[in-house]
């Protein structure tokens, strides 16, 4: 069964590869054999990633890249076939979140989070499945964009609306795009973690509010970026050849509660 998720041969751009999940995501993808093309803006921590990912034995390459900004993600997806080859699998990861409550949410505030969890997605997803379109005959996985979605995307909870807001349209996003795209052989599909522990919110989920929110999550520990291995591994990999448009959720039984 392990063979089944060997990703040697493919070609794999993670954006928001800078750090946390889409870094982790990165290493688990090296490691499976895929090469890997690492995007954010920061890219002195894309180059550290390299450095490690190269000195595991994979291989590697750092690209600037906005996901705000087509022309940006245009010339990283060059520079990626360039030095890598074609793109097989678009992990598209960068998000951010602008916690507030909705009464003092600005129109600011509501532009930054849709134009980096939405449209981002959508432009980076364009860009991916105009390469991979015609590609591949069917037989084997063809191309694959997996969308990091949220569970909030599916409940929301408070001071994160636009967040959820456009973690939700994310998800409608995959279903549409899987929908037109299954005839040129690019699956589209999303992973909705729960609640993930990452260097940026771990001190938040060790405070009394954070480990309350934990008390909520069946399982009762938080989520780890391995917990997301398997289904990031599944949809990278041919062997969900027969799936699109679906949406995995990895939360610890959270949406049950
Ligand atoms: N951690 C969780 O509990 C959790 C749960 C559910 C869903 N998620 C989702 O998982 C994804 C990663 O979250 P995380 O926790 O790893 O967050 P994080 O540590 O804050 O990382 C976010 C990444 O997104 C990149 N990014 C932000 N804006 C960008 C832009 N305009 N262009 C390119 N890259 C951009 C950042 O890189 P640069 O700053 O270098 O550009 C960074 O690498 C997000 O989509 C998030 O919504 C996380």
Not at 195 to 208: A, C, L, Q, R, V
Request: charged share 20%.
């Amino acid at each position: 069964m392990a063979d089944a998720f060997d990703l040697t041969g493919k070609i794999a751009l993670i954006t928001g590869a800078s750090q946390g999940l889409g870094a982790g995501f990165a290493v688990t993808l090296a490691r499976a054999g895929a090469k890997v093309a690492l995007a954010a803006r920061q890219t002195g921590k894309l180059a550290e990633l390299q450095k490690q990912i190269e000195g595991a034995g994979g291989t590697a390459h750092a690209i600037a890249m906005d996901v705000t900004d087509a022309g940006s993600i245009r010339a990283a997806f060059d520079d990626a076939e360039a030095v890598l080859g074609p793109v097989d699998v678009l992990v598209n990861n960068a998000g951010i979140a602008i916690p507030k409550p909705f009464l003092e949410l600005t129109e600011a505030d509501w532009d930054a989070v849709l134009d980096t969890n939405l449209k981002g997605c959508f432009l980076a997803g364009q860009e991916a499945a105009k390469r991979m379109a015609g590609r591949h005959d069917g037989s084997t996985g063809g191309g694959s964009i997996i969308n990091i979605a949220s569970v909030l995307g599916l409940a929301p909870i408070g001071h994160l609306s636009s967040y959820c807001a456009s973690k939700a349209g994310l998800i409608h996003l995959t279903k549409a795009m899987g929908l037109e795209l299954a005839r040129v052989g690019v699956r589209v599909n999303a992973i909705a973690p729960g609640y993930i522990e990452t260097p940026m919110n771990s001190d938040f989920f060790h405070s009394p509010a954070g480990e309350k929110l934990i008390k909520g999550v069946p399982q009762r520990r938080l989520g780890q970026a391995e917990d997301l291995d398997g289904a990031l591994l599944l949809l990278a990999s041919d062997a969900s050849r027969y799936m699109t448009g679906t949406v995995i959720t990895v939360d610890g039984g959270f949406l049950l509660d």
